[in-house]
Structure formats: structure tokens, C-alpha cells
């Protein structure tokens, strides 16, 4: 059965008297407000069917919908005492200077983030991440070498293996394209070499390459025909990075634009609090008064 709105609440308030736990504490009775229907109370708090939440009861049996209000009353009972007994037995100021400072510290935060939009310049070009690259690239070297391959992975006995080795390994654009009319054939590709790997990652890709030294792999143009039981592996290594080489700058180039921006955000951050402070100090809303008393 299923009952929606405020129909299923006056269904529900009808049954509800019986069965239900009241708690008072501290108090013999309390009044019922005149439109809404007090469930619960503990001292001077009051728990009205009303204030639950419809999803609670909603789309349940009576029965189960009553067990659902049962245990929502016991779950508010216990928070609320709870609450009132730490009322009683924790230093409710110092609880407030925190919520105080937490509230000012998310209005703050807020509102600086919105100004920055004003003080910073978002967009970075390439000719800034090129500036940046030259300048600190000594800094960003390889943990583990790495390479940029392409590669196709197709059905050994796929009978257009030959025009498949010819496009691929060719270059051409006119070839590039029958390679992608044919993607359907292939199953796993990577036609523009535009992904870095881990040469651990690579051969977990590929693990054919396991069989394969890493010295061979790790030498740039370097060309692959290579089968397993069921497929042909035809792959072409178009750059390489030797462990504790210089990165190239398309391998870290989000990483770049990423570390010019936080330099970009602290900048704009300096900037701003001088011009907050600056302008109170123009609207004379904002004094720091002489004094000849020392500190110690």
C-alpha cells in the first residue's frame, strides 16, 4: 500500500499515539501546538512528525513505516540527549571560538577565491610554458625511463596484414586515414603516439614486450613486428626518456601549467591584501596607532 504527502502523514498521525515511545525528561506533560503533532520531547525540545522527513515513512507498509518513525524518535533521542548531556560537560565557549573562527575562516576563504578571479590571469600560453620549461627544465627528470609509442594489435591471420604493415609503418597522412577506416579490425590501438608510458606500463599494455630486452625497446624509431597464439603486434617507438633524463616538456606540460598558476595565485593573493588593506587605510576605516610602550 502506498500512501504519498500529506495524506500519508494524517494516516500515519492517526496510528502513531499507541505505539509510540515518548520521552519526557524532567517534564510531566507538554502541549500540543495547535498545527503540528509533537512525537517526542526531551526538556524543552520537541520532535514533531511534521519536521521528519517524508522519505522516511514514504512508500512502506504502515507497519514498516511506523518502525521507520520508531527508530527515527530512538536516533533523535539519542543525539539530542547526547547533545544536551555535552551542553552540560564540555566548555561550550571554547566549542564557540571554534565555530566562530571555522565560520570565518569559510566566509574568508570564499570571498578570496571569488576576488582572485579579478587578480588572476587563468590562461597560460605556450610561449609562457616554453619561457618556464628552459628556465627550470633540469629540474624535472625521469624517475623511470619512459616511451612514446603507436601501435596496432589485430587477428594474425587478418588478411589485410600487409596493407596493415604498410600504412602503419608508412607515415603518411593518405595511410593514416585507411588505418582509422579500419579501427573495427584492430583490438587495441594507438595511431598518434600522443601518450607517455612507464616502460612497466607499456608491457603490461603490450605484455608481449616482456619477452622482449629493454635496451631494444628503449631506442627511439625503433620499429616492432611481434605475435603471440593469436595476434600480430606491429609497433613503432617514436620517442624515448632514459631513467633521470630531462623530461620533455609535452610530458609535463599540465604539471607546468599547474606549478605557473599556484605561482600566479600566491602573487595575486599578495597583491590583493595590499589593496584590501590600502584602500581601508584610504577610507581612513583602517589605523595603526603609535605607541611607546614596549613589548616583551
Not at 200 to 212: A, T, Y
Request: aromatic content about 14%.
Amino acid at each position: 500500500m502506498k500512501l504519498f504527502g500529506n495524506n500519508y502523514a494524517k494516516n500515519i498521525r492517526s496510528k502513531i499515539w499507541l505505539p509510540v515511545i515518548l520521552l519526557f525528561v524532567g517534564c510531566q506533560y507538554f502541549q500540543k501546538t495547535p498545527d503540528k503533532t509533537p512525537v517526542a520531547k526531551i526538556y524543552d525540545t520537541y520532535l514533531y512528525l511534521e519536521d521528519i522527513d517524508p522519505a522516511v515513512y514514504q512508500d512502506k507498509s504502515p507497519e514498516d513505516s511506523l518502525n521507520a518513525i520508531h527508530q527515527y524518535i530512538e536516533d533523535w533521542a539519542y543525539n539530542t540527549l547526547l547533545l544536551k548531556q555535552a551542553e552540560q560537560n564540555v566548555d561550550t565557549l571554547k566549542i564557540n571560538r571554534l565555530v566562530e573562527q571555522y565560520r570565518r575562516d569559510l566566509l574568508t576563504g570564499t570571498y578570496k577565491e571569488r576576488l582572485l578571479q579579478k587578480y588572476i590571469d587563468t590562461v597560460v600560453y605556450e610561449d609562457t610554458l616554453q619561457a618556464y620549461y628552459q628556465k627550470y627544465r633540469h629540474y624535472f627528470k625521469s624517475k623511470e625511463a619512459v616511451i612514446k609509442p603507436k601501435f596496432l594489435v589485430f587477428q594474425k591471420n587478418h588478411p589485410k596484414i600487409s596493407k596493415f604493415k604498410k600504412w602503419f609503418f608508412s607515415g603518411k597522412p593518405e595511410y593514416f586515414d585507411s588505418l582509422i577506416k579500419n579501427t573495427n579490425s584492430f583490438s587495441k590501438y594507438n595511431l598518434t603516439a600522443n601518450q607517455w608510458y612507464v616502460l612497466s606500463d607499456f608491457k603490461k599494455e603490450l605484455p608481449v614486450f616482456n619477452r622482449v630486452n629493454d635496451k631494444y625497446i628503449l631506442k627511439k624509431s625503433k620499429k616492432f613486428v611481434l605475435s603471440d597464439t593469436l595476434s600480430l603486434y606491429l609497433v613503432f617507438v617514436k620517442d624515448v626518456v632514459q631513467q633521470n633524463q630531462e623530461m620533455p616538456l609535452s610530458m609535463i606540460k599540465d604539471d607546468l601549467k599547474q606549478l605557473i598558476l599556484s605561482k600566479r595565485k600566491q602573487a595575486a593573493m599578495s597583491r590583493m591584501e595590499n589593496s584590501i588593506k590600502q584602500e581601508a587605510i584610504n577610507q581612513k576605516i583602517f589605523k595603526i596607532f603609535k605607541t611607546k610602550q614596549t613589548y616583551e
